[in-house]
């Protein structure tokens, strides 16, 4: 299994980034995928959720109505666009699939959002 992040990087408040995660060594579509963040000094905190075949999103309260998660099960690829960033969303952004038993069993390496002006 193999989760390579990307598309993080420096934006201003206000603005949007898209994130993406490359999947590879798995049937991608068999498995409920999650964004998962950490910001500094803090703890995992879980972003979102989307089923293996897109049609079940879920999401924290405090990014509902800002991120979306998506995925391209054809390119295996998993999304999160981010809009109206606010700096307490500055933090490691990780991509994780769930396993058996809901827990998260693959990681990939974090890609480093961070909002500010």
């Known amino acids: 299994v193999q989760l390579v992040e990307s598309g993080g990087g420096l934006v201003q408040p206000g603005g949007s980034l898209r994130l993406s995660c490359a999947a590879s060594?798995?049937?991608?579509?068999?498995?409920?995928m999650s964004w998962v963040r950490q910001a500094p000094g803090k703890g995992l905190e879980w972003v979102s959720d989307?089923?293996?075949?897109?049609?079940?999103?879920s999401y924290v309260d405090s990014v509902k109505c800002r991120f979306t998660i998506s995925r391209d099960n054809a390119k295996n690829t998993l999304y999160l666009q981010i809009d109206s960033l606010k700096p307490e969303d500055t933090a490691l952004y990780y991509c994780?699939?769930?396993?058996?038993?809901?827990?998260?069993?693959?990681w990939g390496q974090g890609t480093q959002v961070t909002v500010s002006s």
């Open positions: 060594g798995f049937t991608f579509t068999s498995y409920y």
């Open positions: 989307i089923k293996g075949d897109g049609g079940t999103t």
């Open positions: 994780a699939r769930r396993g058996s038993m809901w827990a998260f069993d693959s």
